[in-house]
């Protein structure tokens, strides 16, 4: 088993900027994919950003350029930079585990083995 904690949500202005922190325990964290994942008010989930487990980063086109995301695995922590955010970056952001999963599958919700509770992320206009 893995858990993940979410921390570092919050309310900001457009074009300001959040990290987000996700916090892993069980499990050694650094054989595992971590991906963030987001899901805004009547919408499905999507994927944000996603780093495998040999260190590849991935990002959803809505996102490239402004996000970053990256891992400390001293810390068990993956944590996602935001900045220049957008109203519609509005959403619940969920950090997300995989073992050992391929660039293809960190896009794959469905591919995820374990989910954090997720954390809000709300963009004012």
């Known amino acids: 088993q893995v858990q993940l904690v979410e921390s570092g949500g919050g309310l900001v202005q457009a074009g300001g900027s959040l990290r987000l922190s996700c916090a892993a325990s069980?499990?050694?964290?650094?054989?595992?994919?971590m991906g963030w994942v987001r899901q805004a008010p009547g919408k499905e989930r999507e994927f944000v950003a996603g780093l495998d487990w040999s260190g590849g980063t991935y990002y959803a086109d809505s996102v490239k350029g402004r996000y970053t995301i990256s891992r400390d695995n001293a810390k068990n922590t993956v944590y996602l930079q935001m900045n220049s955010l957008k109203p519609e970056d509005t959403a619940v952001y969920y950090c997300?585990?995989?073992?050992?999963?391929?660039?293809?599958?960190?896009?794959?919700?469905?591919?995820?083995?374990?989910w954090g509770q997720g954390t809000q992320v709300t963009v004012s206009s």
């Open positions: 069980g499990r050694p964290f650094m054989s595992y994919s």
């Open positions: 997300a585990a995989q073992y050992r999963g391929s660039s293809q599958r960190l896009k794959l919700n469905q591919a995820y083995d374990y």
